[in-house]
């Protein structure tokens, strides 16, 4: 996995744009960007683990599987709040980071993740859509 490589997904012109509550078949091969709402109008399937605050902005994307399982790390553009479900729980970071400093990209989170469908839930977002990479860790 490499910064630069991630920071480049993310701010690629040619990013699919979803909107909250969308399905992929398969892990994009770019970044896309997903809109996001007021955590009331989200509908996020699960109660995110952390409350969102007032004034944020919140959304989904479930995905029907991933290649293979193993390790993967999750590139957002803007700081949010990261929920992965799977199989019906909570999935918990085996590592994770914050880039302050880096343009274009402000969080990656690395998760273990089966060959299962999955949702990836993002709430206490301060503006209203976020790009998102998922790639295989290396």
Do not use: M
Not at 17 to 23: H, V
Not at 50 to 75: E, H, L
């Amino acid at each position: 996995w490499n910064i630069d490589h991630a920071r480049a997904l993310l701010t690629a012109p040619d990013r699919t744009k979803l909107n909250s509550g969308s399905e992929l078949a398969a892990l994009p091969a770019t970044a896309v960007t997903i809109a996001l709402v007021a955590p009331a109008d989200a509908k996020l399937p699960t109660p995110p683990e952390r409350a969102p605050k007032d004034g944020t902005f919140a959304g989904f994307t479930k995905f029907s599987g991933v290649p293979k399982a193993g390790s993967y790390t999750i590139s957002l553009s803007n700081g949010a709040w990261i929920d992965l479900v799977q199989d019906g729980h909570f999935l918990k970071p085996t590592a994770f980071s914050g880039a302050t400093d880096c343009e274009g990209i402000r969080k990656t989170v690395k998760l273990d993740l089966s060959a299962a469908p999955f949702v990836l839930q993002i709430s206490g977002a301060s503006e209203n859509s976020l790009s998102i990479a998922i790639e295989p860790s290396e």
